[in-house]
């Protein structure tokens, strides 16, 4: 059997002889762009960041875990602390976002797959927000995390002795008589990996479907110019 599009030079067979590149000029971008939906969906499951705090109180060090829906971890313990220096409590950082977040990340999911049958630039455009989603997940950190630092309680038992700061989103960073070390989480690590398995599969699919879609446009010229 075969498919011939009525174009020069793109024909698309499907037999024995051609099932491999059949398999892989087409079918391999719709795999990778599926997978890129899996692996977002599965890192909603896991921690995007992590950091911990060491102080002389607490020498095994307190330990914050945040999904993109929660935190988990010694968060009372290191609100205590922060108490200290008048910043506020954690679970006040990104409300709005935490609230909408899992249902943002099932959607860039269901984009992706939506993708998958789509055979023009558009599926580009469609799987734009889960390539940016990592970066954007990290530059919202940062902005909480320099709100934090820059809206100290002045009332603060120790605020008069901390000047503002924005503690480090990645590596170490010292607080007074605090340590931080903050960095990515599985989930996060696990959300790259599928903006670059997604950018793969996009490469893939332009490769696949190009062709065709350049032959359509000539095609089309071609009887608009035997209609002039």
Do not use: C
Request: charged share 15%; hydrophobic share 50%; glycine share 8%.
């Amino acid at each position: 059997m075969a498919t011939v599009f009525e174009s020069e030079e793109v024909t698309v067979k499907v037999g024995e002889e051609e099932i491999r590149t059949t398999l892989t000029t087409f079918l391999l971008p719709s795999l990778l762009l599926m997978l890129g939906a899996m692996l977002i969906v599965v890192s909603i499951f896991l921690p995007y960041w992590q950091m911990t705090l060491k102080a002389p109180q607490y020498p095994k060090g307190l330990h914050v875990e945040v999904y993109v829906n929660k935190m988990t971890g010694d968060v009372r313990e290191v609100d205590g602390l922060n108490h200290y220096i008048g910043m506020p409590k954690l679970e006040e950082a990104a409300q709005l976002e935490r609230s909408f977040s899992v249902i943002a990340l099932v959607v860039l999911a269901l984009l992706l797959t939506a993708g998958v049958f789509i055979h023009n630039q558009w599926a580009g455009v469609l799987a734009l927000p889960a390539i940016l989603y990592p970066a954007i997940f990290l530059a919202d950190m940062a902005y909480w995390l320099y709100t934090f630092g820059h809206n100290l309680d002045p009332k603060a038992p120790l605020s008069s002795s901390i000047k503002p700061f924005t503690p480090p989103v990645l590596g170490e960073g010292v607080i007074g008589q605090f340590r931080t070390v903050a960095s990515l989480g599985p989930g996060l690590i696990l959300a790259m990996v599928a903006s670059f398995v997604i950018l793969i599969g996009l490469w893939f699919h332009r490769r696949a479907y190009k062709p065709i879609v350049d032959a359509r446009k000539r095609q089309a010229r071609r009887m608009e110019a035997r209609r002039g």
